[in-house]
């Protein structure tokens, strides 16, 4: 970094913009041959019936092993991957990936898939999964998708013509990060989800903040009201479990019951440490 010989402060700043915009450019070029030079990985995370005390499912989350740079988090390179419009392949290969995975599992198990909102432009989308599902053999009712709200914002028929196709199909759908979004209420109103994700940000907030318990009991008593289970994201500790057995809470997911890990062989011991 070089002061340059203009002056002040806004001089520091620029070399550093350069070598961000820089980075990205390079890290935009890298993730076009993610997917060809097979980088990516899918790790899984159980969900839990707080009824049963069993795994009920498992959701598949991406990684991104970097030659050079190792793991990247989907945080980093899904927004990206959207920006470019790599996300296309790369949804196409979790799908994929994910379904001959679980075909693989010794129970069977629903599989939950993350869809990016940007995968609804996707013309093709509908056709596309249900060929990979035709390919892979997976049972259609094995496949749940998570969809976060903004994908339904952003082009509401698209997504709900879309989301009833792949309702016929035997999909089921959830919606994540519920709660974090626009037009929560609309948004349940306009399709018939099979499951609603209370985001994590609410139970990480629960103990401190009545306002967030209070949101965290006014999603459970909605999903009872219009019959919808509800899970609850980011479960860490004990006591966030009582509260939610408590509270009538259906499933609940977080590092509490298992971190993402490798596909997951059901002979394990699983409910070891619930
Ligand atoms: P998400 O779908 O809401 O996934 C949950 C995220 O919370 C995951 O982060 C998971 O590792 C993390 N998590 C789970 N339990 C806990 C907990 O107890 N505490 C805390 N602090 N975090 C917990 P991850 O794997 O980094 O994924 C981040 C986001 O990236 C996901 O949020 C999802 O929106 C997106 N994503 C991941 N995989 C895919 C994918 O295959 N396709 C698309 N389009 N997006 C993906
Ligand atoms: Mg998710
Ligand atoms: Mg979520
Ligand atoms: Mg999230």
Redesign the pocket.
Known sequence: RTKSSIGHTVCFFEPDMDENARARRQLAADLRHAVPNGELR??Y?PQRSLMTGRVSGY?????WHHPKRGPI???DF?PL??ETGD?FA??EW?LRE?CLEARNWDTPLKV?????P??FLQQELIERFRAILVETGLSPSRLEL?I?ETAIITDKLRALHCLRQFKAMGVSVAI??FGTGHSSLDTLHSFPFDKI?I??SF??RAETSPQALAIIRTVLSLGRSLSVPVLA????NENQLRMLESEGCDEA?????G??GPAPSLDLPLAANF
């Open positions: 899918l790790l995370q959701e598949a989350l991406v990684r988090s989907p945080n899904i991957a959207e996300i790369i949804g979790v994910a939950a898939v993350n869809l990016s940007v995968q998570e976060t994540d990060d994700k985001d994590k139970l990480q994201e980011g479960v860490e997911q977080g590092y509490y019951f971190r993402p």
